[in-house]
């Protein structure tokens, strides 16, 4: 499905060097960031408290975050929770004070504001060291994803083509965690989630384009190689915007309407889908043309056959 097609191949291979400056420079900020600042890592990850409660009539979210805000409790999570009547509150750790004594303080706190009393239905308690645990499997969530991506492409494309694609791919992921970590925004179990998607769909863009690569070079002769990228580029630019055009519609109506709990999940995605596009396009493929792609190497030679000797 194509909403329009450009018969002239757009010259992408011609700013190649400018392309490639621009990742390198974003890339090498987004590691200075995360070397310099760090993730801002959630309850899940630092440990806390996470206490459930329910009430008779759905509360303002807003004024229960205003209230644990005056305890003392700036970067408490409150979301909502299976329905509107039921909060989810997440508490970071705080020195000198057991749990018990958290839960009862936030529900003194709740049960003071207007709207009816809240009722207490679960208190649950994460240690630093869950906390760490969590920390380091997703750390070996994300490198078995790569890990397989790494495989996946090795074994469907020529070693230039996926080398080109696994740059690429780590060149997006980096960026992401600078982003979070240059602004300080909240690094969630949901975010790390985002992160591994983002992997995936950057991928099947590299892989739509090398497969139109690797078709062009078959079946048009006389083309240079940033030639034939050219062109690859070009004839995939329609599905391109339709893919990530319909996505990134889901994805910000997640960002803008999804409330505080999707919020930095659709963030993540958003930022991902924008340079997977760019890496995809734009990074893998100049890359495979410095590697020294060309058209001999998916042009078997023919055997002659030799006549029998009578």
Known sequence: MEFFRIHKDIPFMKHALVFNV???VTFLLAVFFLATKGLHFSVEF?????MEVSYAEAPALEKLRDALAKEGYQDAQVQNFGSSRDVLIRLPNREGMETGKVSEKVMASLSALEG???ELRRVEFVGPQVGKELASDG???LLLVIGGIVVYLAMRFEWRFAVSAIIANLHDVIIILGFFALFQWE???PVLAATLAVLGYSVNESVVVFDRVRETFKKKRGLTTPQVLD???TSTISRTIITHGSTQIMVLSMLLFGGETLYYFALALTIGICFGIYSSVLVASPLVMWLGV???Q???PKKEKQEAVV
């Open 22 to 24: 621009i990742s390198l």
């Open 298 to 300: 998916f042009i078997q």
């Open 231 to 233: 062109h690859a580029i």
């Open 139 to 141: 750390a070996m969530a």
């Open 294 to 296: 060309s058209r001999e």
């Open 46 to 50: 630092t440990g806390g408290t996470l």
């Open 116 to 118: 009816g009393k809240p």
């Open 187 to 189: 690094f969630s179990l």
